[in-house]
């Protein structure tokens, strides 16, 4: 009987190289946190309090933004309004959107540098991100409003791990708790609680407080961060991951519970969104979603 060759030396080191390249790239992608999530969420039951973003549905996808030829930049819903909001960097605009997908008016942002996150605050009030920068910039919008200066608008600048355009891609607001949840995109990947900006009472002094949650942020199994929704209804924070295509579910202590998955074949969709950069929910529980240059996503939850 012949005996077997033993493996060249070579072809020992190749495949140890693909092994150590297929673990770093796992790593990289965060697959292997993915997966234990995966695997946990088979075996315990749901939370009465989730969102359960799984059982969301797309009703509205890739449908253009007529007449935008800019990258759409994050997402927000006004409730007393009842339409949504972005936010174009290139040519600074702030784009009030149908609950459909349709421009109802566009807004010039002067002075913003490059805007990247809008969220709604109160009746007629918005925080806007201005990435680079790092500037929280509160504006004030009423139905003639034309254009916003960025001049006469209050502000104010974190200054934390600046690194160009890895900065603030995501605002959510809690209105119960008083609490800006501001996303920087990565490098480091990390979420601030802000507290105290916006400013309510501007007769009265105040202080900002900057809070860190390493615990929550550990908890994001994915690459980067492009915008943050807060459910008042639940107390949950939402994020969502471009690179990972993914959005996320956190409950009050920053336990993940459940994700809606962008890719195509999942969540009823018969293509990958190509580069979501926002996402909000209206007062029914709806998701929408909008992805460079200038596509407009719904989901919901079917009814029981």
Do not use: C
Not at 75 to 94: G, Q
Not at 146 to 168: R, S
Not at 255 to 278: N, Y
């Amino acid at each position: 009987m012949r005996r077997l060759a033993r493996p060249k030396p070579l072809i020992l080191l190749l495949i140890m190289i693909v092994l150590i390249a297929l673990i770093a790239a796992a790593q990289y992608l965060r697959l292997f946190e993915r997966a234990w999530f995966n695997f946990n969420t088979l075996w315990q039951p749901p939370s009465e309090q989730a969102i359960a973003l799984d059982h969301y549905r797309v009703t509205v996808e890739a449908r253009v933004i007529e007449g935008l030829d800019n990258d759409v930049s994050a997402l927000t819903y006004d409730p007393i309004r009842k339409s949504l909001f972005t936010v174009t960097n290139k040519n600074a605009e702030l784009i009030e959107l149908s609950l459909d997908g349709k421009i109802l008016r566009r807004i010039a942002l002067i002075g913003f540098g490059d805007p990247e996150a809008v969220e709604f605050i109160s009746e007629d009030i918005y925080v806007i991100t201005d990435e680079r920068q790092q500037r929280l910039i509160k504006i004030h919008l009423d139905d003639d409003t034309q254009f916003l200066d960025a001049a006469d608008a209050e502000q104010m600048t974190l200054g934390l791990h600046l690194n160009g355009n890895k900065g603030f891609e995501g605002l959510a607001y809690d209105s119960v708790g008083k609490r800006l949840f501001v996303a920087k995109e990565r490098d480091p990947m990390l979420i601030y609680e802000v507290r105290g900006f916006p400013h309510h009472k501007p007769d009265k002094s105040y202080a900002v407080h900057v809070i860190n949650n390493p615990k929550r942020d550990a908890g994001l199994f994915v690459r980067d961060l492009s915008s943050l929704q807060y459910d008042e209804r639940s107390g949950h924070l939402l994020a969502l991951s471009d690179e990972s295509r993914l959005i996320i579910e956190l409950d009050i202590d920053g336990r993940p519970l459940s994700t809606l998955s962008l890719s195509k074949g999942r969540q009823g969709l018969q293509k990958t969104v190509p580069q979501a950069e926002g996402v909000a929910m209206d007062d029914d529980g709806n998701l929408y979603v909008v992805s460079e240059p200038n596509l407009f996503y719904v989901f919901k939850k079917p009814q029981p």
